[in-house]
């Protein structure tokens, strides 16, 4: 008897026919997500293994920042990054690209790890994104991801940060240097692939930019909270860097945001394990935000 359709392999039916001639040869295989936004799948490439991303929404916001993984791509091919990423087989330019398939598994599929990271991956996953932050290309295909004045200046607006919180992120903001240090922008455990081999390859680039120094050992600082060492070896790699001032404003970002995102969840087990495990290190990054403003 014939099954019927789900709404997800009807979703998936629907992507598949409006990529339809974009493909560049490529042969769209198990699809693995698929959503009004996008689709990731398996393919082949001329009996190459390969990713298959395709943009499905109109929205300018993801738009852009499709367009901008594309040219980061690009630009890998033409001035390798000094870590592995995928090959790029295939682009039309607007919306699909077609992607080296690399064997290997993903840090976590949990923004947060709920098991415990050994030391092993830890330390090749912050070597990784360590080594991206030496990527040198060409003028212009690397810029500013926000702009942290005005994301300060939002969040103050919003409540997230008191008038003694705002005054000592201003004096921060002067001792924390340019956003001139390539950067992963999001390196959640999912878009970290460990190889057969025990690498690690950085996916997905759309938030791929300039930053102050240190946003993703800051993002890693709070999202490895529960794997025991973590947090040190970060704090150790801050301080061989001496960034503190940067990677000190970096941490206030992303637990600000991490709080906001968590706070606006619906009521109920995750939310109340996320803030949990968030308040406290805000508690002490406040902490030590106010110690660094008052000694100023």
Request: charged share 25%; hydrophobic share 40%; with cysteine.
């Amino acid at each position: 008897m014939t099954q019927p359709m789900t709404n997800t392999s009807r979703e998936a039916t629907r992507a598949a026919e409006e990529l339809a001639g974009h493909l560049g040869g490529a042969v769209l295989g198990e699809v693995l997500r698929v959503s009004e936004k996008s689709l990731l799948a398996h393919g082949q490439y001329h009996g190459q293994p390969v990713v298959i991303k395709a943009l499905r929404t109109g929205e300018e916001f993801w738009r852009t920042k499709f367009d901008h993984e594309i040219r980061l791509y690009q630009a890998f091919t033409e001035h390798p990054p000094p870590v592995r990423v995928p090959e790029l087989i295939h682009t039309d330019g607007q919306r699909v690209l077609v992607i080296e398939h690399i064997p290997g598994r993903v840090v976590d599929n949990e923004r947060y790890p709920e098991q415990a990271l050994p030391a092993t991956v830890v330390n090749t996953v912050l070597d990784t994104l360590t080594a991206f932050t030496r990527w040198s290309p060409p003028a212009g295909v690397l810029t500013p991801v926000f702009d942290y004045p005005d994301r300060i200046a939002r969040y103050h607006r919003a409540g997230f940060f008191d008038d003694t919180d705002h005054a000592a992120l201003v004096d921060l903001l002067a001792d924390a240097g340019p956003v001139g240090q390539a950067t992963h922008g999001d390196p959640l455990p999912a878009n970290l692939l460990l190889t057969e081999h025990g690498g690690c390859v950085l996916l997905d680039f759309e938030f791929t930019g300039l930053f102050v120094p240190g946003f993703d050992l800051a993002m890693l600082h709070t999202l490895l909270a529960d794997t025991p060492g973590a947090q040190d070896r970060i704090e150790a790699l801050v301080d061989e860097a001496r960034i503190e001032a940067p990677f000190l404003l970096n941490r206030v970002m992303v637990l600000s945001r991490e709080l906001r995102l968590h706070t606006e969840l619906s009521d109920g087990e995750l939310r109340a394990r996320r803030l949990a495990l968030l308040r406290p290190q805000w508690d002490t990054v406040r902490r030590r935000l106010h110690t660094r403003h008052t000694r100023r």
